[in-house]
């Protein structure tokens, strides 16, 4: 076992930095690392089950402090986006590939099987390839996330419906009552030590400021959520993503973050590797077209798929396609969906063994192609899709706000709290877009050209706010304004002392410092 953690930690230290300096970030280095040294390779570690129960606590872990992220506020908010988005995706991309899979000749039982395994996405590659990117947060992060989340909670009945497949259609006799009851308690005993027993545990523990206990009780905490919903017969991953829900608005959460976040990202690193040394290379080289032809079906499928039901739910193009190609791969689930419906009889082990490699080459596939998205399409997609808004239409407005991020928001606030109009403009498409939302009528220009503030109605108004983030572009649209329509009152906020002072050469008088107050 010893041998074994050196070569694991030296791949991750030589094959992992090389990976990402090409572009294709950490995930496909730890993918190729796990085959070149697993037994179809080097053979330098052939105890590959072992490592893969070890490190699985990555994912656990990874869900763990996604729960730590969001709040119960925030998940209801997203319930549309989980259920509906999430719901379309499996049920259509399932249907699909299960039509292409009996086309291809198997039966519809093992197609259905086939096509709801593959219809899954790995949790455990998508996240971290958008945490990497900084996308998690964005729209498209979100819509992901509501999607790997659906898939999360519907894993457990679709294996508690494998037995129907297998001719025997007495949903009684077939589907495990006490199981699911089993299910249903773990995760009632997960909420209520949840909501009760651990912040008091971690107030016992953080008041005697031991910090290896606390390590040792955060790690407790996600490893025995694991195991209660593991005994239970759900996914590890669900249990530990309610634990970091629950704890969310805790006063230790950002002490847990930093405690779980070491172990999770190196757990993580040898679970895509103990993936790619799970890989049937001997098959793929046996029969080539057909894992190949299978590889491409799924991706392309699902991706096609992906992008379709991204744009009917009203996503643009970019957020569409980013959308599709995070979720082509196939997910860790299919491989315990495709060994239980072996053990039932409803899938032929020769197919699960071919499923089983296409999903793991699936996998491998994702990151590259996410990576030459990113790199080639979606900048592309985003400078091509020039914002259309609205002629300006001032209506006499007294006041022009220059800029609606955090001061000019709040000027907004003020303004329309007393009754008084005011035309805002903004430059930045997706500000506005969020601005929106909230009904707030914003216009796209950009105010340091006399002709955007000419219809924004500056000749008649009697006050321009500059709440501009940038401070050389907040001199550049007041010495605009002050020498186009001198008869402007002109308001400017101002970080530090050279911007007041070089506010005060332009002629200004209506400035105030934004941190003089406090």
């Given at each position: 076992m010893l041998?074994?953690?050196?070569?694991l930690?030296?791949v991750?230290?030589?094959l992992?930095?090389?990976?990402?300096r090409?572009?294709?970030?950490?995930?496909?280095?730890y993918?190729?690392?796990?085959?070149?040294i697993?037994p179809a390779?080097?053979?330098?570690?052939?105890?590959v089950?072992e490592?893969?129960?070890i490190?699985?606590?990555g994912?656990?872990?990874?869900?763990?402090?996604?729960g730590?992220?969001?709040r119960?506020q925030r998940?209801?908010?997203?319930?549309r986006?989980v259920?509906?988005?999430?719901?379309?995706?499996?049920?259509f991309?399932?249907?699909?590939l299960?039509?292409l899979?009996h086309l291809?000749?198997?039966?519809?039982d093992?197609?259905?099987?086939?096509?709801?395994?593959g219809a899954m996405s790995?949790?455990a590659?998508?996240?971290?390839?958008?945490?990497?990117?900084e996308?998690?947060?964005?729209?498209?992060?979100?819509?992901?996330?509501?999607?790997?989340?659906?898939?999360?909670?519907?894993?457990i009945?679709?294996?508690?419906?494998?037995?129907?497949?297998?001719?025997?259609?007495?949903?009684s006799?077939?589907l495990?009552?006490?199981?699911?009851?089993?299910?249903?308690?773990?995760?009632v005993?997960?909420?209520?030590?949840?909501?009760?027993?651990l912040?008091?545990a971690?107030?016992a523990?953080?008041g005697?400021?031991?910090p290896?206990?606390?390590?040792?009780l955060a790690?407790?905490?996600v490893v025995?959520?694991?195991a209660l919903?593991n005994a239970?017969?759900l996914?590890?991953?669900l249990?530990?993503f309610?634990?970091?829900?629950l704890?969310s608005d805790?006063e230790?959460?950002?002490?847990?973050?930093?405690?779980?976040?070491?172990?999770?990202g190196?757990?993580?690193g040898?679970?895509?590797?103990?993936?790619g040394m799970?890989?049937?290379?001997?098959l793929a080289?046996?029969?080539?077209?057909?894992?190949a032809?299978?590889v491409a079906?799924?991706?392309?499928?699902k991706?096609?798929?992906?992008?379709?039901?991204?744009?009917a739910?009203r996503?643009?193009?970019?957020?569409?396609?980013?959308f599709g190609?995070?979720?082509p791969?196939?997910?860790?689930?299919?491989?315990?969906?495709?060994g239980?419906?072996?053990a039932?009889g409803?899938m032929?082990?020769d197919a699960?063994?071919?499923a089983?490699?296409?999903?793991?080459?699936s996998?491998?596939?994702?990151?590259?192609?996410?990576?030459m998205s990113?790199?080639?399409?979606?900048?592309r997609?985003?400078?091509e899709a020039?914002?259309?808004?609205?002629?300006?239409e001032?209506?006499g407005?007294?006041?022009?706000i220059c800029?609606?991020?955090?001061?000019?928001?709040?000027?907004?606030?003020?303004?329309?709290?007393?009754?008084?109009?005011?035309t805002a403009?903004?430059?930045d498409?997706s500000?506005?877009?969020?601005?929106?939302k909230?009904?707030?009528?914003?216009?796209?220009?950009?105010?340091?050209?006399p002709?955007?503030?000419?219809?924004a109605g500056?000749?008649?108004?009697?006050v321009?706010?500059?709440?501009?983030?940038?401070?050389?572009e907040?001199?550049?649209?007041t010495s605009?304004?002050?020498r186009?329509f001198?008869?402007?009152?002109?308001?400017?906020?101002?970080r530090n002392?050279?911007?007041?002072?070089?506010?005060m050469?332009?002629?200004?008088?209506?400035?105030?410092?934004?941190?003089?107050?406090?």
């Amino acid at each position: 076992m010893l041998v074994s953690l050196v070569v694991l930690l030296a791949v991750t230290v030589f094959l992992i930095p090389l990976s990402r300096r090409a572009g294709f970030g950490s995930i496909l280095g730890y993918l190729v690392g796990g085959a070149l040294i697993g037994p179809a390779g080097l053979r330098l570690i052939t105890g590959v089950t072992e490592i893969r129960a070890i490190s699985e606590l990555g994912v656990v872990m990874l869900l763990f402090l996604i729960g730590l992220e969001l709040r119960p506020q925030r998940l209801g908010v997203m319930r549309r986006a989980v259920f509906g988005l999430g719901g379309a995706q499996l049920v259509f991309t399932g249907l699909g590939l299960a039509v292409l899979a009996h086309l291809g000749g198997m039966s519809w039982d093992s197609a259905a099987v086939l096509g709801v395994g593959g219809a899954m996405s790995s949790t455990a590659i998508v996240l971290p390839l958008l945490a990497e990117r900084e996308l998690l947060a964005t729209a498209a992060g979100r819509d992901i996330f509501a999607v790997l989340l659906f898939q999360d909670l519907a894993f457990i009945p679709l294996i508690a419906l494998i037995p129907l497949l297998n001719g025997d259609t007495t949903l009684s006799a077939n589907l495990p009552w006490t199981d699911f009851a089993k299910a249903c308690g773990a995760i009632v005993a997960i909420l209520l030590g949840g909501r009760f027993l651990l912040p008091r545990a971690f107030s016992a523990i953080g008041g005697a400021r031991t910090p290896e206990v606390f390590t040792a009780l955060a790690l407790l905490t996600v490893v025995g959520t694991a195991a209660l919903a593991n005994a239970a017969g759900l996914s590890m991953s669900l249990g530990a993503f309610l634990a970091g829900l629950l704890l969310s608005d805790s006063e230790y959460r950002h002490e847990l973050q930093a405690d779980i976040e070491p172990f999770e990202g190196l757990l993580l690193g040898f679970f895509f590797m103990s993936v790619g040394m799970s890989a049937n290379l001997g098959l793929a080289l046996a029969e080539p077209l057909v894992i190949a032809g299978g590889v491409a079906a799924l991706v392309f499928g699902k991706l096609i798929l992906g992008v379709l039901i991204g744009l009917a739910s009203r996503q643009s193009p970019a957020r569409a396609i980013r959308f599709g190609l995070a979720l082509p791969q196939g997910s860790e689930f299919s491989f315990v969906l495709f060994g239980a419906a072996v053990a039932r009889g409803v899938m032929p082990q020769d197919a699960a063994d071919r499923a089983t490699l296409v999903i793991a080459l699936s996998m491998v596939a994702t990151p590259i192609l996410f990576a030459m998205s990113e790199k080639f399409v979606i900048p592309r997609l985003a400078r091509e899709a020039k914002p259309q808004y609205d002629k300006i239409e001032s209506e006499g407005s007294p006041v022009i706000i220059c800029g609606f991020g955090r001061i000019g928001q709040i000027v907004g606030r003020i303004l329309r709290m007393q009754g008084i109009k005011f035309t805002a403009l903004e430059s930045d498409a997706s500000q506005i877009e969020t601005v929106r939302k909230f009904g707030t009528k914003v216009y796209y220009g950009n105010p340091n050209r006399p002709d955007v503030l000419r219809a924004a109605g500056a000749e008649t108004a009697k006050v321009l706010v500059v709440a501009l983030e940038d401070m050389e572009e907040s001199l550049r649209v007041t010495s605009v304004a002050h020498r186009t329509f001198p008869k402007l009152k002109i308001m400017a906020p101002v970080r530090n002392r050279r911007h007041a002072h070089l506010m005060m050469n332009l002629g200004i008088d209506g400035i105030v410092r934004e941190t003089y107050h406090s």
